[in-house]
Nanobody, 113 residues
Framework: QVQLVESGGGLVQPGGSLKLACAAS????????MDWFRQAPGKQREFVAG???????NYADSVKGRFTISRESAKNSVYLQMNNLKPEDTAVYYC???????WGQGTQVTVSS
């Protein structure tokens, strides 16, 4: 089983930036697509960004041009650089591995003045 541990969340003003990190255990990381999801209060969990083991990326329309997902195989890690943050980006952000299906515990991101 893959263990995923997120870090990097916090409180930031609108227009600010944060970089989330997800550390994965297990050799499956190198071949598994990885994703970031988020869940705001009272809303369903939604897809934010994904990256294949080849490095191909895709994004939700709401974050295109502002968020960048990347991965570093040597550190078994995936990152989410978030720029120009908006209040509607406030949510718990979760790291997800496709194979095997695994979730991290989540990290809170709050965008507020």
């Amino acid at each position: 089983q893959v263990q995923l541990v997120e870090s990097g969340g916090g409180l930031v003003q609108p227009g600010g930036s944060l970089k989330l990190a997800c550390a994965a255990s297990g050799s499956i990381f190198s071949s598994s697509p990885m994703d970031w999801f988020r869940q705001a209060p009272g809303k369903q969990r939604e897809f934010v960004a994904g990256i294949t083991h080849f490095g191909t990326t895709n994004y939700a329309d709401s974050v295109k041009g502002r968020f960048t997902i990347s991965r570093e195989s040597a550190k078994n890690s995936v990152y989410l650089q978030m720029n120009n943050l908006k209040p509607e980006d406030t949510a718990v952000y979760y790291c997800h591995a496709d194979f095997p299906n695994s979730w991290g515990q989540g990290t809170q991101v709050t965008v507020s003045s």
